[in-house]
């Protein structure tokens, strides 16, 4: 058991960063300095002819712009148990696995020390800031959060998800509580080896501690919605099961099942009274501040990929605010939401100086001469750039893959918005569409299907070249069945609402065909995540994958083993 727990200054957090970030030029190069001086004798750096150099101008040289595909082998000695300072001077304890949603495969990350420190860090400020605007007092977080297990690699090394090497380090809890977030939920029903009965306990704890819960968190919006959808299905065992005081049978992990025991009793009021709200409830709206009357606002990531899903969240939130969580990825953490009361839509996150050294490539028309890296001070506002991150877990100038828009600054350190995965693009001739592009397009399409008062439930989609000429395919699986011709409009707007010059170009030109939209059976998008799980992907850490790619061969299969109607758009008349 965690002994005393610290409290921490909320008002001293809020300094220490106002003091880093007006600093940031100066805190930029001492972190650099910092890495290259504790990873001087590195295998990685040595080949690069450093040679102990932690000179700014040697390092631009003489290291060059790399992505996961450049460092993988060296990852592969490290997972393979070679301890020698390959990338890092100490050893790495662990070994992180990204979702593999993005390009279709996982990738190795190293996880180390400084980047848990990093965690912590990162939970102090945004908390502090986010405690300054939405104030909570001493109670529990009704949080989301799965932790996959861990295995060892044939090297010795633990492996497992980002999130998983998060939970299990024991600074993890110590950190939580310090910043007021106690989960609801037992260690049990965290580490559950099943999802779907670590989900259900989740919500049944909530309830539980209905009066006490201060927040709602999940890592990703989409994890929210999927949660309160599975609410309106369970809802009467989990009513059931505070009226019984006993747990239902679908729960038969024991180590849960013996965790939960012990939390629940006979509680026939409380029963009656969650029985009453839902009852009374109008299609699920405001469904969180009626189960949890004293929550101040829901968190979690709710940018990029997980836009589509606000829409719904709020229609749960009723008017409790949604609050973007930080910004970051499998690498390591970027940027802290130092401004809450924005909407997700108008999120920005303050870059963290001291989480590595940030440069920025100006997002250039063509790729045929890359532009000049800026550093983090020099970077314009309204100019768009993909991240390259250098940090303490052996990541030297590395193309993160993002593209962010400079949107201000905080201080001296700049404030971003993330705009899209740069190698999320749908294409097949000149044409260019990003995962905005593509979200744009769905959520135009998406208003025409509201007013047969339907909702888009999740999308994807891929590039159809297997005849000429080759087309979009998108994927929706949505809440019923309209009237065909509602399908046949929402098919010619998705094709209309992709505006790149290069797309409408070669629409017209017939150079790519009609837009092809095919809506999938109920609980298709499930089987897709399934996939993903099944893959070792943490409940808490999987995106839908907005583009699937040919390689992507077993999700391919899924959707097109479910398609139930296809349509093709007329939108260009030739």
């Known amino acids: 058991m965690l002994e005393k727990v610290e409290t921490l200054d909320l008002t001293k957090v809020i300094d220490e960063f106002e003091e880093m970030t007006r600093n940031a030029e100066e805190i930029q190069r001492q972190t650099l300095v910092d890495i290259l001086e504790k990873n001087k004798s590195t295998f990685y750096l040595q080949r690069c002819g450093l040679n102990g150099s932690t000179d700014i101008d040697d390092f631009k040289a003489m290291v060059p712009l790399v992505t996961d595909h450049e460092l993988e082998p060296y990852i592969k000695r490290i997972v393979e148990g070679d301890k020698s300072p390959i990338l890092t001077a100490q050893p790495v304890p662990a070994i992180s696995l990204s979702s593999g949603t993005s390009q279709g495969r996982p990738k190795f990350i190293p996880f180390t020390d ?57 600074k993890f809890k110590a950190g939580l509580q310090s910043i007021r977030s106690i989960c609801c939920s037992p260690d049990e029903v965290i580490f559950s080896p099943d999802v779907h009965q670590a989900l259900y306990c989740h919500l049944l704890c ?24 599975t609410f309106e299905h369970v809802w009467e065992d989990i009513v059931a099961d505070i009226r019984e005081g006993v747990l239902s049978s679908r729960i038969t992990v024991p180590s849960v099942r013996a965790a939960m025991s012990k939390l629940l009793r006979p509680n026939p009021e409380l029963a009656e009274l969650i029985r009453t709200k839902c009852m009374n409830l109008s299609n699920w709206y405001g469904l969180i501040p009626e189960l949890f009357p004293n929550a101040k606002y829901l968190y979690g990531i709710m940018t990029g990929s997980m836009e589509p899903y606000v829409n719904k969240l709020r ?10 969580h930080d910004y970051g990825s499998s690498e390591g953490w970027i940027g802290a939401n ?23 490539i100006p997002i250039a028309e063509t790729e045929e001469a890359l532009p000049k890296p800026v550093g ?10 993909e991240i390259l991150f250098t940090n303490y877990a052996g ?23 993330f705009i899209c995965r740069k190698n999320l693009i749908l294409s097949i001739n000149i044409d260019k569409n990003t995962e905005r592009d593509l979200q744009v397009s769905v959520e135009a399409a998406a208003k025409r299907l509201s007013e047969e008062k339907l909702e888009v439930l999740d999308f994807s989609s891929q590039v159809d070249v297997s ?14 069945v309209p009237a065909m011709d509602a399908l046949q409009e929402c098919c010619n707007i998705l094709d209309r609402s992709f505006l790149d010059a290069g797309y409408v170009g070669s629409r017209k030109s017939q150079n790519i065909g009609p837009l092809e939209l095919r809506i ?6 499930k089987k897709v995540q399934e996939h993903y799980l099944g893959l070792g992907t943490s409940a808490g850490q999987f995106k839908m994958p907005r583009c699937v790619k040919h390689i992507n061969i077993k999700v391919l299969q899924i959707l097109s083993e479910n398609v139930d109607y296809r349509f093709f758009s007329t939108a260009f008349d030739f």
């Open 114 to 170: 400084e980047l848990m420190e990093n965690t912590l860090q990162l939970f102090r400020t945004a908390f502090a800031f986010r405690n300054r605007d939405f104030p909570i007092g001493y109670g529990k977080a009704l949080q989301f959060i799965f932790s996959s297990k861990q295995y060892i690699s044939e090297g010795g090394v633990p492996v497992g998800t980002a999130t998983t090497n998060l939970y299990r380090n024991p």
């Open 206 to 229: 909530g309830i539980l501690c209905r009066d006490e819960v201060q927040y709602v968190f999940a890592a990703f919006a989409h994890s929210l919605v999927h949660a309160f959808r």
């Open 315 to 324: 229609h749960y939130a009723g008017g409790l605010p949604l609050i973007s």
């Open 338 to 360: 130092v401004t809450p009361r924005l909407p997700p839509e108008e999120a920005v996150f303050a870059v963290v100086p001291n989480f590595g050294y940030f440069e920025f």
């Open 376 to 385: 983090l001070t020099e970077v314009k506002v309204g100019e768009e750039y």
């Open 395 to 417: 990541m030297y100038r590395y193309r993160l893959g993002d593209v962010v828009k400079v949107m201000g600054f905080y201080n001296k350190t700049p404030q971003l918005k």
């Open 467 to 480: 005849s000429e000429p080759g087309h979009y395919v998108i994927y929706w699986e949505i809440s019923g």
């Open 520 to 525: 999938v059976g109920k609980g298709t998008f």
